[in-house]
Nanobody, 120 residues
Framework: QVQLVESGGGLVQPGGSLRLSCAAS????????MAWYRQAPGKRRDLVAT???????SYEDTVKGRFSISRDNAKNTVYLQMNSLAPEDTAVYYC??????????????WGQGTQVTVSS
């Protein structure tokens, strides 16, 4: 069994910063891509940033230059550093990992979501 646990969300003023973390635990052989998604009220879940096992990252256009995704493979953890936050960044943020199990099967896993609210 694999579990992803997120932390780091909260309330922040416009222009502020937050750092999200997501740690995977359980029976894991390897982790390929890691990513962060977000879902605002009444909207679909959208991709924010991804990072490959080799460390290559990509970002949704509205967060480029403000957000930074990173990973610690030894800790099975992905991070999202969010700077210059704006009210439109308000959403529930979900982490995602593509994980190889001991059974040699690849599966998609999601975190439980963490609320980020940007407001004065």
């Amino acid at each position: 069994q694999v579990q992803l646990v997120e932390s780091g969300g909260g309330l922040v003023q416009p222009g502020g910063s937050l750092r999200l973390s997501c740690a995977a635990s359980g029976s894991i052989r390897s982790i390929n891509d890691m990513a962060w998604y977000r879902q605002a009220p009444g909207k679909r879940r959208d991709l924010v940033a991804t990072i490959t096992s080799g460390g290559s990252s990509s970002y949704e256009d509205t967060v480029k230059g403000r957000f930074s995704i990173s990973r610690d493979n030894a800790k099975n953890t992905v991070y999202l550093q969010m700077n210059s936050l704006a009210p439109e960044d308000t959403a529930v943020y979900y982490c995602y990992m593509y994980i190889l199990r001991p059974s040699a099967t690849w599966n998609n896993y999601w975190g439980q979501g963490t609320q980020v609210t940007v407001s004065s």
